[in-house]
């Protein structure tokens, strides 16, 4: 059965999976970062923990570390679907664009695994109507559309959370979050608006993107503002 996203879900992001007894207090789930493990495939087989896993495969080119042949890439995450506990995968929408994961969507679906099509912009914010016509399209490809931003200014993440609002209210499944200091809020602001998932590390100095708060600390601050 896939993940669940209907309500806001919290994923401790991890490429150990030994993470796991500590993020059951404060996580839904795991985002298990395969392009940061050593042996993801054999971690997997031997996972034996109680929270769900999102697998992620993210190539060096959308600020992963995977450096290989995306062939090669997809189907390590096509062979992720097989195993019990991985309820969803991420796919980058540029992939799903260009009909180079047509395989892993496929497998996936077979294995009822739900997919997020992701997008990341490292340098900036795009005006609204660029993340809307993004947005919508990675909705269109997957169980949820995920958009990650970077900001420099508060300014810059209204648009993001009008986005939000506007694309939930249409009845999509979203995840949204602003990247870097000035954006830092949005993690725990963004599920307010209808932001499906968010992300954080067990430990601080384990995160994987600019701007992320620990699990313990998102954990609290969303449950404050619901």
Not at 88 to 95: M, N, T
Not at 113 to 133: C, K, N, Q, R, Y
Not at 192 to 220: C, F, H, M, N
Request: proline share 4%.
């Amino acid at each position: 059965m896939g993940m669940d996203f209907d309500a806001f879900t919290l994923l401790a992001s991890t490429a150990d999976l030994a993470d796991e007894p500590a993020a059951r207090e404060h996580a839904d789930g795991l985002e298990f970062r395969m392009d940061l493990a050593d042996e993801p495939l054999e971690a997997l087989a031997g996972y034996d923990g109680e929270l769900p896993i999102l697998a992620t495969n993210r190539p060096t080119w959308e600020g992963g570390e995977f450096e290989g042949d995306d062939a090669d890439r997809f189907d390590e995450l096509a062979a992720a679907t097989e195993v019990e506990a991985v309820r969803a995968i991420d796919v980058e929408l540029e992939s799903l664009r260009a009909g180079d994961a047509d395989v892993v969507l496929e497998t996936a679906r077979d294995h009822d695994v739900a997919v997020v099509a992701s997008a990341h912009d490292f340098e900036g914010t795009p005006d609204e109507i660029e993340m809307l016509e993004t947005l919508s399209d990675a909705c269109s490809y997957a169980d949820v559309g995920k958009l990650a931003v970077t900001a420099h200014s508060r300014e810059e993440t209204l648009g993001l959370l009008a986005v939000t609002h506007r694309l939930t209210a249409d009845g999509k499944t979203v995840a949204t979050m602003a990247m870097g200091k000035a954006g830092s809020h949005t993690r725990a602001v963004a599920p307010v608006y209808g932001s499906k998932i968010g992300y954080a590390p067990v430990d601080p100095a384990d995160a994987t993107a600019p701007g992320q708060y620990d699990l313990e600390t998102l954990s609290r601050l969303v449950a404050q503002l619901e």
